[in-house]
C-alpha cells in the first residue's frame, strides 16, 4: 500500500513542484509585506513625531487640501495607534491612499499596494493568479493553476505523512531529526522527511482554507462545516446597522471580519487584517452631508460637499476613550470603525454611526454580537495568513513557507539522485 502511495506523491510532485515552490515563496514575503515596506520606505510611513503632538483631523484637513490639488476630496482618515506612524487618508474611488504626517501636515505620498509595477503586486499576483490576469466573474487560467496546484499540495502532503510514519517507535526519532554529520544525500533526504513533517500542519492549514478562493463548490462545502451561508448577500454598513447588525460587511469595510470569498478575489485579500489601504475605496468626502462645514475646525461655510471635521474630532475622541487598546480607528463621513489590538481574527473590528454635525455616536454594531458567519470568514482569512496568533503565529507561517517551498527541490535531488543509482545498476547489469 506504501508503495502505491509513494507513486502518487512522486508522480504528483514532479509537475507541480515548481508551482508549488512559487506559491510557498510568494506567500512567505507576503507575511511581512507591511514591515517590508515601511523597513524599506521609512520616510513615507514613519511620522516625525515634535513635542506637540499630533494634530486634530480638523486642524489637520484644511493644511492638507493646501498640497492637493481641488479634484482630490478626503474621504476617509485612519487613525493608528502608534505614534510613529503617519495617518491614511483615503479619496475616491480607487485603492491608493494618502500618507500623512499628523505632526507636521505634510503628504508623504501615494501608496497603493495593487497598482502594476510595484514589487508586492507583481508577488500577490504570482501568489494568487500565476501572473495571469483575473477579473472578477470571469474565467482565470492563473486561478486555476494556483487553485489546481494547492488542491495537489494537499494530496501531497497527505501522501507524505502517511509515507513518513514510521513502522517502530524507535524509528521516530530518527525521522524528526536531521544528520549534519552524514553523506550530502542523507541531509537532504533527512531534510525533506523532518523538514516536511514538521510544516506539515500549518501548511494544510494554509492550503486548506486558500482554497476557499479557488473554488466556489470548495467554499460552499468549507463554510457549511463551520455553519456559514454563503448565499446570504453582503450588507453595506449602514445597512447593517439599520438591520440590527444583521449580516455580512461589505469588502471594503473591516467591520467584524466577514467579507464574502467573492469580493476578496479582486480587492487584495491580503492582508489584511493589516492592510490599511483598503481605506482608499471609501465615498467621496462630504457626499450625503449637505449639513456639513469646511475649514479649521469646522467653518462657517455651508453646503453640499463639505464636512464638519471638529465632528470627527469627536468621533475619534470619543472612540479612542472607549476603546484605549484600538490599532486603528477610520472615520469617514457618518460611520467610524475600530480595528481593536487582538490576536485571532485580525479583522474585527466594531462599526459605528455618528451625526456628521455633532460627532455624537447614533449607532453601533460591534464585533462581539455579530452572528457566526461573520466572525468564521475573518476568522478562516486569519488562519489562512497566520495574523491568528500575532508575531508568533506569522514568524512561524514565514519558516513553513520557506521549508515548504525548499520540499519540492529536496524532492527533485532526491529522485534523480536514486534515478542515477538505479540506471548506474541497470547499466552494470548489462
Not at 482554507?209 to 449602514?238: H, M
Not at 469595510?253 to 475605496?281: I, M, W
Amino acid at each position: 500500500m506504501k508503495k502505491f502511495i509513494s507513486k502518487i506523491h512522486l508522480w504528483l510532485s514532479i509537475p507541480f513542484g515548481l508551482v508549488i515552490m512559487i506559491l510557498c515563496l510568494t506567500g512567505a514575503l507576503l507575511v511581512f509585506e507591511s514591515e517590508i515596506l515601511e523597513f524599506s520606505h521609512p520616510s513615507l510611513y514613519r511620522a516625525n513625531i515634535t513635542e506637540n503632538g499630533r494634530m486634530p483631523i480638523s486642524e489637520l484637513m484644511p493644511k492638507v487640501k493646501e498640497q492637493l490639488p481641488d479634484s482630490v476630496l478626503i474621504s476617509s482618515v485612519q487613525i493608528p495607534s502608534n505614534l510613529k506612524k503617519n495617518y491614511r487618508m483615503g479619496f475616491g474611488q480607487g485603492r491608493t491612499s494618502l500618507l500623512v504626517d499628523p505632526y507636521t501636515a505634510e503628504v508623504k505620498g501615494e501608496v497603493n499596494p495593487y497598482a502594476r509595477g510595484t514589487f508586492f503586486s507583481f508577488v500577490r499576483r504570482c501568489h494568487r493568479w500565476f501572473m495571469f490576469q483575473y477579473s472578477r466573474g470571469e474565467f482565470s487560467w492563473g486561478k486555476l493553476i494556483t487553485g489546481v496546484s494547492t488542491l495537489v499540495f494537499v494530496v501531497i502532503m497527505i501522501t507524505g505523512i502517511i509515507i513518513w510514519v514510521p513502522k517502530t517507535i524507535k524509528l521516530l526519532k530518527t525521522r524528526l531529526s536531521i544528520k549534519t554529520n552524514a553523506s550530502r544525500f542523507r541531509f537532504w533526504y533527512d531534510t525533506h522527511l523532518a523538514g516536511g513533517i514538521w510544516v506539515a500542519l500549518l501548511l494544510l492549514a494554509m492550503c486548506l482554507t486558500g482554497l476557499t478562493w479557488s473554488f466556489n463548490w470548495y467554499r460552499d462545502g468549507f463554510y457549511k462545516v463551520f455553519g456559514v451561508d454563503t448565499s446570504r448577500p453582503a450588507q453595506t454598513v449602514q445597512q447593517a446597522l439599520q438591520t440590527g447588525g444583521q449580516g455580512d460587511s461589505p469588502s471594503g469595510e473591516r467591520s467584524g471580519g466577514g467579507r464574502p470569498e467573492g469580493n476578496f478575489e479582486e480587492r487584495g485579500g491580503g492582508d489584511r487584517g493589516n492592510n490599511p489601504e483598503r481605506t482608499g475605496a471609501s465615498r467621496v468626502s462630504g457626499a450625503g452631508d449637505s449639513e456639513g462645514r469646511s475649514g479649521r475646525g469646522g467653518s462657517e461655510r455651508r453646503g453640499a460637499g463639505y464636512t464638519d471635521y471638529s465632528a470627527w474630532d469627536a468621533v475619534f475622541a470619543s472612540l479612542s476613550q472607549s476603546n484605549p487598546r484600538f490599532k486603528t480607528i477610520t472615520v469617514q463621513s457618518g460611520s467610524a470603525s475600530v480595528s481593536n489590538n487582538r490576536s485571532g481574527n485580525t479583522r474585527a473590528s466594531d462599526s459605528y454611526t455618528f451625526d456628521t454635525r455633532t460627532g455624537e455616536i447614533t449607532d453601533s454594531r460591534l464585533y462581539k454580537d455579530q452572528d457566526k458567519s461573520a466572525k468564521i470568514r475573518g476568522w478562516i482569512y486569519a488562519v489562512h495568513v497566520g495574523t491568528w496568533g500575532g508575531i508568533t503565529t506569522r514568524i512561524l507561517y514565514f519558516i513553513a513557507c520557506v521549508v515548504g517551498a525548499s520540499l519540492p527541490l529536496t524532492g527533485y535531488y532526491i529522485y534523480l539522485k536514486k534515478w542515477r543509482v538505479r540506471r548506474k545498476k541497470k547499466l552494470q547489469r548489462e
